[in-house]
């Protein structure tokens, strides 16, 4: 059904979410100032940051350190850091790929303080690529007019980064003020009798320093837990992105934005129909140093599809890529580097070469067959300028918030640069709360609302559903049928759990908590998507195939106490498009 500006929306049946997930009941709780859930750029900044600031700071990762998405970020850091470069220029080229829907505020201090926080990386220990005279090397990627990507071990950026945040904080693991738990699946965000984020319940799987489900209080929670890729059938992102903190946000009642502007990179090594999982991606920054692509036929197609070809916005490649495919009949296209000779790709893209070798592919020899697969999500959690959530004592940085940066597409490389900004942006505003007495410890209060698991075994109907409906081109049959088969895959979920059940198999938890957390977060995004009547960035209709002025701004969502799915539309305010 279509919408207006400002009117509430819904399915004509609300899909029905449960409020908290079924666990069994706490065996263990500790507390801190802040709990900090999740060990990208944008937690490890934070938790980095606010062990200055604040008595005790507890960071929470899924697995070990090192597991994130950030890890895996090959392209590089976005930031004016050319002299004949100005966060002016990179505010155009971000406000020309969000296509509409950045919040240009937000925009504007992403990339006015960007460069900054870049060099405090550099100060931090993060080596960066260099030219011969010793400034920070940079390259240029789709959608931006300057070279302005910073890059490290060539195509390590992310796996750089990451290695300089986590030896810094390894330099404090003997500091009090301080905790890092690995191996902890974060349940839910607790909250208190007035809806304020108390803490979080979380299940230690194995190997952490304590047993099963416990609860971490704390006066604010940050979620920086990355993003949604396993809800697809293919993506880029590490088998740990399964939507936990966008899930477990909707289930404390916290807004999402912009859900339905799903970012597929469009060069993914084609693995065949069967390929399930993480894919290895093929950076952006290859198009960058002169890649083409072309069809089964050899013949190149972007030229006519957009004045920057290769490095035209990725939606718009993705989109060019899935046409030329049907226009050939074939289920992927060509990446050619071959032109760039072998020693520099192997000096520029070690990592690259070195994993497509491992598939028996050579980049400076070979076609590589290459198609789109999910890369990013642009929504999220919304949040203001400070990162803030709709509920009280509740923030998030990264890939699992919406801050307005990205708009209805993502540019290329700003991922990592907003994780960072943001995170020292939380941390201001979370400590002064702090310093002030804005922001008391309160007790965890149950929630209304249905409780519920899903077997593991739905994850297969869950991804193969997300990939139908809400995948690069989208239909509203297409969402019809997705929200169809979500709403069959739910009506198992157990609800209304009571007090006092048989303990459920902890064992085999983790598996059914990351199922329930794809289930809401497929069904929320197919929701969005198929509200939205329109082609805009990384939501594309077919039946809708031209952008409308009358959607210019966010589509919001949340779940109300009884676990129905609101959606609403924000209107952009005046002087915001």
Request: net charge negative.
């Amino acid at each position: 059904m279509s919408t207006g500006p400002g009117t509430t929306t819904s399915s004509p049946v609300r899909p029905r979410l449960a409020t908290s997930l079924a666990t069994p009941e706490v065996g263990w709780t500790t507390r801190a100032d802040v709990i900090v859930v999740g060990s990208g750029i944008a937690g490890l900044t934070a938790a980095l940051r606010l062990r200055r600031r604040v008595p005790r700071v507890l960071l929470v990762t899924k697995t070990v350190l090192d597991s994130g998405s950030t890890r895996w970020a090959q392209g590089g850091i976005a930031a004016a850091l050319a002299p004949e470069d100005s966060p002016a220029e990179h505010l155009d080229d971000t406000l020309v790929a969000g296509v509409g829907l950045c919040d240009e505020d937000a925009v504007r201090a992403l990339v006015t303080e960007g460069p900054a926080r870049v060099r405090e990386l550099v100060s931090l220990g993060a080596n960066f690529d260099r030219t011969p005279e010793g400034e920070i090397a940079l390259t240029r990627e789709g959608g931006h007019h300057r070279d302005r990507i910073a890059h490290a071990g060539g195509d390590a950026t992310g796996a750089e980064i990451s290695r300089a945040l986590i030896a810094a904080l390894e330099a404090v693991r003997g500091d009090p003020g301080i905790e890092v738990l690995e191996h902890a699946l974060v349940l839910d965000v607790l909250t208190a009798a007035d809806g304020t984020a108390c803490g979080v319940t979380l299940h230690v799987i194995g190997e952490g320093s304590r047993d099963g489900v416990g609860a971490a209080l704390g006066r604010a929670v940050v979620l920086a837990t990355g993003g949604i890729g396993q809800v697809f059938q293919s993506s880029t992102n590490p088998r740990e992105a399964t939507g936990d903190g966008i899930a477990a946000a909707l289930r404390a009642g916290a807004e999402v934005a912009d859900l339905e502007f799903v970012q597929f990179h469009p060069t993914v090594l084609w693995l065949g129909q069967n390929a399930r999982g993480q894919q290895p991606l093929i950076s952006e920054a290859v198009r960058g140093e002169g890649a083409l692509l072309v069809d089964v036929n050899g013949v190149r197609f972007m030229p006519g599809v957009h004045e920057m070809a290769e490095l035209a916005p990725r939606d718009v490649v993705a989109k060019a890529i899935v046409r030329q495919m049907a226009a050939t009949g074939s289920s992927h296209v060509f990446l050619d580097a071959r032109h760039l000779g072998r020693d520099f790709l192997r000096r520029r893209f070690p990592t690259i070469v070195n994993a497509l070798s491992g598939h028996r592919f050579d980049l400076a020899e070979d076609l590589i067959p290459v198609a789109p697969a999910q890369h990013y999500h642009s929504g999220g959690i919304r949040v203001d300028a400070v990162g803030r959530s709709s509920v009280a004592g509740l923030y998030a940085a990264g890939e699992c918030s919406c801050t307005g940066v990205h708009g209805a597409n993502r540019l290329a490389s700003n991922s990592l640069l907003e994780g960072l900004v943001f995170a020292h942006r939380i941390v201001d505003d979370v400590s002064t709360r702090i310093s002030h007495g804005d922001l008391p410890q309160r007790e965890p209060s149950a929630r209304p609302g249905p409780a519920g698991l899903l077997p593991a075994t739905a994850r297969v109907k869950i991804q193969r559903a997300a990939s139908a409906g809400p995948g690069v081109i989208r239909t509203a049959a297409g969402l019809s049928a997705t929200a169809a088969d979500l709403a069959r895959i739910s009506s198992g979920v157990p609800v209304e759990v009571p007090a006092g059940a048989q303990k459920l198999d902890v064992t085999h938890g983790t598996a059914e908590w990351e199922t329930m957390n794809l289930h809401a977060v497929a069904t929320a995004l197919t929701a969005s998507a198929a509200l939205r009547e329109e082609t805009r960035g990384g939501h594309y209709r077919e039946d809708f195939p031209a952008a409308s002025e009358k959607w210019l701004g966010r589509l919001v969502a949340r779940l109300n106490p009884d676990g129905e799915l609101e959606t609403r539309f924000a209107a952009l305010p005046e002087g915001k498009l």
